[in-house]
């Protein structure tokens, strides 16, 4: 989904795992999931809709949660304009495996992440 037809939509979306091989293979068992593994602490799935991961956390309903992930075409101004509407970056624009992104709290202190190639 990473084309200027698609930009600023939700994209990805990554929920927490205390064991992400067990969390696997549940989601693998129970709907058919489609998953590739970046390491022991993270894997994404794709379920023939809308693609996500999970990330190795220590307990679930601890930190964020589920992190709602939106392309975004342009980073530095879409980071630019989460600050200046009042957002706050909590993690500035980092690589990783397909691209580049960054993380942001609205003003509820909901935590959301744009990501571009």
Same mark, same amino acid.
């Given at each position: 989904?990473?084309?200027? $037809?698609?930009?600023?939509?939700? =994209?990805?979306?990554?929920?927490? *795992?205390? =064991?992400? @091989?067990?969390?696997?293979? /549940?989601? +693998?068992?129970? /709907?058919?999931?489609?998953?590739?593994?970046?390491?022991?602490?993270?894997?994404?799935?794709? =379920?023939? !809709?809308?693609?996500?991961? /999970?990330?190795?956390?220590?307990?679930?309903?601890?930190?964020?949660?589920?992190?709602?992930?939106?392309?975004? @075409?342009?980073?530095?101004?879409?980071?630019?304009?989460?600050? +200046? $509407?009042?957002? !706050?970056?909590?993690?500035?624009? /980092? @690589?990783?495996?397909?691209?580049?992104?960054?993380?942001?709290?609205?003003?509820?202190?909901?935590?959301? *992440?744009?990501?571009?190639?």
């Amino acid at each position: 989904m990473s084309n200027s $037809a698609n930009d600023k939509r939700i =994209d990805y979306i990554e929920f927490p *795992a205390t =064991d992400v @091989a067990a969390t696997r293979r /549940f989601y +693998e068992a129970v /709907f058919g999931w489609k998953f590739e593994d970046y390491g022991p602490d993270y894997t994404s799935f794709a =379920d023939g !809709r809308i693609a996500g991961g /999970f990330y190795k956390a220590p307990g679930v309903g601890q930190g964020p949660g589920a992190l709602v992930v939106i392309y975004g @075409a342009d980073l530095a101004a879409l980071e630019a304009t989460v600050s +200046e $509407a009042g957002g !706050r970056i909590v993690k500035p624009v /980092f @690589a990783f495996p397909g691209g580049r992104r960054f993380h942001f709290e609205d003003p509820s202190g909901n935590q959301l *992440a744009i990501w571009s190639e």
